[in-house]
T-cell receptor
Framework: LAKTTQPISMDSYEGQEVNITCSHNNIATNDYITWYQQFPSQGPRFIIQGYKTKVTNEVASLFIPADRKSSTLSLPRVSLSDTAVYYCLVGDTGGGNKLTFGTGTQLKVEL | DGGITQSPKYLFRKEGQNVTLSCEQNLNHDAMYWYRQDPGQGLRLIYYSQIVNDFQKGDIAEGYSVSREKKESFPLTVTSAQKNPTAFYLC????????????FGPGTRLTVL
């Protein structure tokens, strides 16, 4: 399984754009990059998934360079409710395959 | 919570007792998973199942057991052999293609007294 490295914590203010970068140097050809959000005492919630280039949905964008050795989750105009832990995962997320969750990035958004 | 239910939300047990955590999904997913989360830590995989009547050990299976008799159900038993069972337990399910994402339940917080 590809190991991921992401910052332990980040601070931001409401209305700003937040970019969280994840390094995954040994990503395999068939691996997808998936980001989850988790609030305290809740299950992780899927945010976005991509394989290459750029993916955008209603809540975030995911930028993946050509070598796929890193990825950046972009949260536009964050609010207080975006304060959470964000996990970057690399691998086959479905099919009963194992996922490895690191400690994630604790994002704190202030007024 | 995406059609996955876990019960109860909070569970208290005395040391030495076995306890079973429930996980049910109505997403018609073939794969199901159990994770454990300790304070300030990421999720660690306990067991996973790709299909009914089949399951595999994850990274921390010792002291736990599971069954998969029905597609929609994947109960986890925390046995007395688990040395430190107090934790937050999360169940998830997914389809079986490589791009299918895992959907998580709300979790059960188990406290062993």
């Amino acid at each position: 399984l590809a190991k991921t490295t992401q910052p332990i914590s980040m601070d931001s203010y409401e209305g700003q754009e937040v970019n969280i970068t994840c390094s995954h140097n040994n990503i395999a050809t068939n691996d997808y990059i998936t980001w989850y959000q988790q609030f305290p005492s809740q299950g992780p919630r899927f945010i976005i998934q991509g394989y290459k280039t750029k993916v955008t949905n209603e809540v975030a964008s995911l930028f993946i360079p050509a070598d796929r050795k890193s990825s950046t989750l972009s949260l536009p105009r964050v609010s207080l409710s975006d304060t959470a832990v964000y996990y970057c995962l690399v691998g086959d997320t479905g099919g009963g395959n194992k996922l490895t969750f690191g400690t994630g990035t604790q994002l704190k958004v202030e007024l | 919570d995406g059609g996955i239910t876990q019960s109860p939300k909070y569970l208290f047990r005395k040391e030495g007792q076995n306890v079973t955590l429930s996980c049910e999904q109505n997403l018609n997913h073939d794969a199901m998973y159990w994770y454990r989360q300790d304070p300030g830590q990421g999720l660690r995989l306990i067991y996973y199942s790709q299909i009914v009547n089949d399951f595999q050990k994850g990274d921390i299976a010792e002291g736990y057991s599971v069954s998969r008799e029905k597609k929609e159900s994947f109960p986890l038993t925390v046995t007395s052999a688990q040395k430190n069972p107090t934790a937050f337990y999360l169940c998830a399910s997914s389809g079986t293609s490589g791009a299918d994402t895992q959907y998580f339940g709300p979790g059960t917080r188990l406290t062993v007294l």
